[in-house]
């Protein structure tokens, strides 16, 4: 994988491009894209996005959002961007096994695809051109190093501020984790600038649910959390008929992991989902509780040392025993 710096010559040239994000995109693989779509639209580029799925209610008021390709919705028109496209960026992910049924169609696709992406482990071997920083904040920050690293600026405008804010606001947890560093406030400043209304972004993401959200979050802390004291770990495990209840939605259950993290002494959270086609883990740490590499050992995934996650192809109950024996395997470094 050649350095990202190097296309910034290539950017003068425009071309057809297709911008890709993991599936069920959170606000920092959404606004990423939509980031650079803005981005790139200046430049006088004819970019694509495409998630490979849907996506949740409250990443909608987005500028560009409307524009985007679900894969698994508009399967045809999807490849056709793809098909036609010179370059295929692909942003907050690093594994094509995060595109779902998109995978196996990028790995054959014979374009130039370029990596910009904050989690461990890349498979640098798929991507041309590229830039994998575990130190960044976000992929939202990384999209404004590639604008202004390239010269680009003053394109900096409202649609792409209001994108890369909702990205790296949500991926430090409104500027808590460690890596919200004095380069992301700086760049805040900048996007604040563009004359972007911060308190309006904070209130579509968090403020925008149906009451059933809420009462869902109230049934399965009362119900369906386990505490671990022994191992400072926490369980939250939820059944596809909680689901069904509640009618909960993609993005509904988005957070929920965190909120074992506020009981003291706890260090690991987990979230187990059945989500009737895959079982889906969250896991989430404070301190030095990798749960990276304990997403990547146990469930076949993967992420951040405090945010990872990973899938499980046995039912929820085999999969919650299976963690059971994990989080035992791994007390003393819950300690
Ligand atoms: P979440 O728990 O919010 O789904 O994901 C937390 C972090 O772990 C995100 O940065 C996400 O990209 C990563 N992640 C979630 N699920 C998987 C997975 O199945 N595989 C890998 N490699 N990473 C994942
Ligand atoms: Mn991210």
Not at 110 to 132: C, K, M, N, W
Not at 273 to 286: A, P
Request: hydrophobic share 40%.
């Amino acid at each position: 994988m050649k350095s990202i710096e190097e296309i910034y010559p290539l950017l003068l040239e425009p071309r057809k491009v297709a911008i890709i994000m993991h599936q069920k995109p959170d606000a920092d693989a959404m606004g990423s894209s939509l980031g650079l779509y803005h981005f790139l639209l200046q430049l006088g580029h004819q970019p694509t996005v495409i998630s490979p799925t849907n996506w949740a209610e409250w990443l909608k008021w987005m500028p560009g959002c409307e524009q985007v390709i679900d894969y698994e919705y508009s399967t045809e028109k999807a490849i056709a961007a793809l098909e036609q496209a010179e370059w295929v960026f692909c942003l907050d992910f690093n594994t094509m096994s995060r595109t779902r049924n998109m995978a196996s169609r990028l790995r054959r696709l014979p374009t130039t695809r370029i990596l910009v992406d904050h989690h461990q482990q890349p498979e640098s071997e798929l991507f041309a051109y590229g830039v994998s920083n575990t130190q960044k904040s976000s992929t939202s920050e990384m999209i404004y190093d590639l604008i202004v690293g390239s010269g680009n600026d003053d394109k900096i405008n409202k649609d792409i501020a209001e994108c890369l804010y909702a990205g790296v606001m949500t991926d430090t947890g409104s500027f808590r984790f460690p890596g919200a560093s004095a380069d992301v406030h700086r760049m805040v400043a900048r996007l604040k600038d563009t004359g972007i209304n911060h308190t309006k972004i904070h209130e579509d993401l968090f403020d925008n649910f149906l009451e059933n959200r809420l009462r869902f979050i109230g049934y399965v802390l009362q119900n369906r959390m386990e505490i671990f004291y022994e191992h400072n770990a926490a369980l939250i495990s939820i059944p596809w008929k909680d689901l069904v209840r509640y009618e909960i939605k993609t993005g509904d259950t988005e957070g929920l992991v965190n909120y074992p993290l506020s009981i003291q002494g706890i260090k690991m959270a987990a979230l187990i989902i059945d989500r009737d086609e895959e079982v889906k883990c969250s896991f989430r740490s404070k301190g030095d509780f990798d749960v990276n590499v304990f997403a990547r050992t146990y469930f076949d995934g993967g992420g951040h040392v405090n945010a990872a996650g990973g899938h499980s192809g046995d039912t929820l109950e085999v999969t919650v025993e299976r963690f059971i024996e994990a989080i035992k395997e791994n007390s003393s470094q819950l300690q």
